[in-house]
């Protein structure tokens, strides 16, 4: 099209374009909502006259598993889902991973950390049919486990200790027990407390009559944003978006905060709805209260603050808030009643009236009939397991998110956890069991050139580990891991040994190593983390303290395990790092480097220690 008749059409179109937009403010600021006198409308958004025939609004129903060629490949039900699809793609599964490569990978996602080489060296020598099946039980019942679920939890929630806006020595907006939310979390995946009590806890704990040791579980809300000059109107409608934001994103996996300004653009959401959630925010206060009921009045700096103290949510007097039209709060309009969203509600679906209406929201969020929840936590533990999710949206499962690649194998693992009573662990189970989880990650040049970006499940992606998996690791390695709780410690603290999930979490300032290797900004709602490659990253890994300590370290380990021979010491050091035997190459290439004279202030084994440490073959799952 030549660039002159682009012109005219943009010139033609723009008085309709006009026209339409100009339509659309005045209906949105006229008819909040999208509710006209007498009746309702059929809305902007898309599929919005019948938004239950959408996808995700439908309820998962257990699925028939469909036939498949290869029958004595699956080994468990989500196996019949993955392989029908590759079989219809014309593609193969990938042979299983080598069991050394499996018990790494296995051991990475259910604890955060690899397995010791006595573990491993008793895994590869036992010959037993269910040696597998075995070694996940213990990874699922060891303590490592809700560690490592915390820190997928946690910033999804967006956990931090303090506020972006802290000025000096003031400290009176912080969380100084933050970590016992944190701890409560650990231990609730530890004990697989079933999901939908987990999520009806952390909304209502003590709408609930919950035991005081439940309690901690109402930092949720309670560790959100406090915003600067949070006594001003427009101020508070900025944290109660938050709080919208954060619950809906999280379990619903919908953008319900685009509503606050006008109605849902993509989703059937009219700022009615937003704001009938928000009125439920907006009818709790937060508070630093004992679990003996004791309130701690007025500004308290951090470290006045009692140790058993919690910064929680609690019930403040209900009220309804008007819409705020265009999101602007001088501008109000009808009155929004405190409800649930429209489109997951019946039409007779009562507003809240219990207080705040944190008990009845947290029970239609942890409903069975609630077709999200259970499918975006499938989704996001999927992800854990598999290193992506079946939505690659995993906090958007609206009109403007992705779909599923696997939609009947989504709902089929979300109606089944549900009638399986919720467990986390069960499903994970199902996870790394299947023959889909331990296929090999090797590429083959055939299905590459079909599905290049493995979309079908045809082999096992390769992932690189988190920040937190890789200083866990590097610290286990030196011998240095230490497993003690409580109270946050600083990264930057060369005395801290503790694994990084128990690590102080700044919205002000973001800790150095956290920053650098893509942890996510604590002040939102982190459906995923990126995953950068930096010159200040491999800086970091060539000469910060912490790297060359814990080098040194790792080579005094292995000097002392094996004292009389550099060639088993080797061995010991690939075994230990990579969960392998060194190749002749490699052990050819390291005893020559041994024998060299040292060329700098670090010793020889020092510096193959600290390679070994800061490796891709270390830092990346097979």
Known sequence: MSMKRHRLIATLARPALLAWLAGSVLAAESVPGGRQAGGESPGPSPGASRPEAFWSFQSPRVQHAPAVLQRTWPRVRLDHFVLARLESEGLDPSPEAGRASLLRRVSYDLTGLPPEPAALEAFLADRRTDAYERAVESLLSSPRFGERLASVWLPLVRYAE???HQVGDDTTMAYPNAHRYREWVIDAFNRDLPYDRFLRLQLAADRLGAPAEDLPALGFLGLGPKYYNRGQLEVQADEWEDRVDTV???????????????????????????????GVFASTRLVNKTPSGTVIDGKVKAEQMPADALHIVEDASPQDLPVFLRGNVARKGPVAERSFLGVLSSPAAARFTDGSGRRELADRLASPDNPLTARVLVNRLWAVCFGKPLVPTPSDFGHSGMPPTHGPL??????RFMADGWSVKALIREFVLSATYR????????PAGIDP??????????????????????????GGLAWDRGRSAELGDPANRRRTVHARISRLKMDDLLLQFDYPDANVHAEKR???????????????????????????????????????????AYQAAAGREPEPDELSWAMEFLARPAASAMGRWEQLAQVLLVSNELMYVD
Not at 453 to 475: C, K
Not at 532 to 556: E, G, I, M, R
């Open 162 to 164: 303090d506020q972006a």
């Open 248 to 278: 809906t994103r999280t379990v619903l996996g919908l953008t319900v905060a685009c509503a606050r300004c006008h109605d849902h653009k993509f989703d059937p959401v009219p700022m009615r709805d937003y704001y009938a959630l928000a």
């Open 410 to 415: 989504l709902d089929d693992l979300a109606a």
């Open 439 to 446: 296929q090999d990650s090797a590429h083959r040049p055939g």
């Open 453 to 478: 970006s493995n979309r079908w499940l045809w082999r096992m992606d390769r992932r690189r580990l988190t920040v937190e998996q890789w200083r866990d690791s590097v610290l286990q390695l030196a």
């Open 530 to 572: 990126s995953v950068t490659t930096t010159a200040t990253q491999k800086l970091y890994l060539l000469n910060h303290p912490f790297v060359l300590h814990q080098a040194s370290a790792f080579a005094a380990r292995l000097r002392a395990a094996e004292p009389r021979s550099e060639t088993a010491r080797v061995r010991l």
